[in-house]
């Protein structure tokens, strides 16, 4: 693949005969080998169709009117690509119009050197990034990195929809959920699905950073900052330059930490320990919590000016328990993803092992099941996972009581986990108003409510973000 595309238009007629167009394509093939090169001839009647997204457009002026017509055609095609301009004067009554020298970035004149059109090519063929294609959706889900997509629940998918269209922004991002829901690997669904792909993508778990070194793992120092300091540091957040920085546990951020962040997110400045000056950060940042941040203003632990600041875009990760009926799925996939790689013939899950996972409540979520999966493959000595196989904690007596599989046991799990869904889905249509929802659903405030707490869904994940 190419790095970059190069349209050359010209005239084979134009009357110069310094370096005709054959020589002058054959040089550039020999100086430029990562360039794909078309040639277009204004004097044939073939129609113009220039490749996709040219990293330069190269003008030999030749009949000035035809040629004027098309550079200010290519220019509404290709805003950003920059026009570069052999002007050839043919006669001393045929002069280049000015209308076309108007419409390009540089040029330079004949007779000219090599050596010139090269240093001006490599000058924006340099600043030109080659464009890479546009990931699919659908297609990423399936890549080996982002396998773990695995849903069909409602609030599920209602937090797949987003990741593009967040993708597309360069706005800040605050990814909530309880630990375990995979919120790093939204994060980096959202940096790959982006235009900064090619870019750094940085994780950083605040609640590992100690606060005297805060400042200096996220901005860097430079030589004699501190006693140590016989070199100068680069902090993540000039390593993720043009691309993603991912503050994972935000509220594990001291008061003092909060205030250089917001700097950053406000001013896209920050200072390197021991450094004079200020330095520009163009990364994107997203940040993810487990923790009701709302809940930490209000306690003075967190800064609400930041809090502002991350939550511009928000994407909200459901718990496992709000998505059970997604628990088959993912435990086949962990249990095949690991049989494949320990070697392990255990190839499926019994009836009552399968009532076994479903009956948790998998407090650590999907990291959780994974950990259960993948022990219990490689405790398994057959090809078929049983419940015994399962190393997990006895399940809630109201659950335990339909150990056996039933048609009643059986009915009323389908019924569970139908009220724990539509409950999910009510509140989500409501905006978590307790009110509204319990009115669509007919039922008095207070019964709803015991509905929800039995769930253990919170209304105020449901509620919109209120005015600052």
Not at 95 to 116: A, K, M, N, Q, W
Not at 201 to 230: M, Q, R, W
Not at 371 to 400: F, G, M, W, Y
Request: charge should be positive; proline fraction near 6%; hydrophobic fraction near 35%.
């Amino acid at each position: 693949m190419f790095a970059h595309r190069l349209l050359i238009l010209t005239a084979r007629d134009n009357g110069c005969s310094h370096l005709p167009c054959n020589q002058l394509v054959d040089a550039l093939s020999e100086s430029f080998r990562g360039v794909a090169i078309e040639l277009h001839d204004l004097a044939s009647d073939r129609k113009l169709e220039p490749v996709p997204h040219p990293s330069l457009v190269l003008v030999r002026s030749g009949n000035a009117v035809e040629m004027d017509f098309r550079v200010k055609t290519l220019r509404k095609d290709f805003p950003q690509t920059p026009f570069l301009g052999i002007l050839c004067r043919i006669s001393e009554d045929r002069d280049v119009p000015h209308s076309l020298i108007e419409e390009l970035d540089d040029h330079l004149c004949c007779p000219f050197r090599p050596v010139d059109l090269s240093l001006r090519m490599r000058r924006f063929l340099g600043e030109v990034k080659a464009i890479p294609p546009k990931p699919e959706w659908d297609d990423f889900r399936k890549g080996p990195r982002f396998s773990g997509f695995l849903g069909e629940s409602f609030l599920f998918r209602q937090a797949l929809e987003k990741v593009p269209s967040i993708a597309t922004s360069d706005c800040t991002c605050l990814i909530e959920g309880p630990t375990g829901t995979g919120k790093e690997l939204f994060a980096r669904a959202i940096h790959y699905l982006s235009p900064r792909r090619s870019k750094p993508f940085v994780p950083v778990n605040c609640g590992s950073l100690p606060e005297n070194l805060i400042e200096n793992e996220l901005f860097g120092h430079v030589k004699g900052a501190y006693t140590d300091a016989a070199a100068s540091g680069m902090g993540l957040l000039p390593y993720a330059e043009d691309g993603t920085l991912f503050l994972d546990e935000i509220d594990a951020l001291s008061l003092s930490a909060q205030v250089k962040l917001l700097r950053v997110l406000q001013e896209h400045e920050y200072r390197p320990v021991g450094s004079p000056r200020m330095h520009t950060s163009k990364a994107r940042i997203l940040a993810a919590t487990n923790a009701n941040l709302r809940a930490r203003i209000e306690s003075k632990q967190f800064r609400e000016d930041l809090y502002h600041r991350l939550n511009i875009l928000r994407l909200t990760i459901p718990q496992l328990s709000e998505r059970a009926d997604d628990i088959p799925l993912l435990a086949r996939y962990f249990l095949h993803l690991y049989g494949e790689r320990h070697g392990k013939k255990v190839r499926e899950i019994s009836p009552k092992a399968m009532h076994k996972l479903s009956s948790y409540s998998w407090p650590g979520n999907v990291r959780e099941l994974e950990s259960v999966i993948h022990r219990s493959t490689l405790l398994c000595s057959s090809n078929r996972l049983e419940a015994d196989d399962i190393d997990i904690q006895k399940p809630t007596l109201e659950l335990a009581e339909r150990e056996s599989t039933n048609l009643r046991a059986a009915k009323a799990l389908a019924v569970e986990r139908f009220e724990r869904n539509y409950l999910a889905q009510l509140m989500s249509t409501h905006q978590g108003n307790v009110s509204q929802a319990a009115r669509a659903a007919g039922k008095e405030r207070r019964s709803f409510q015991r509905l929800l707490q039995k769930y253990q869904i919170a209304s105020n994940q449901y509620r919109p973000e209120e005015s600052s």
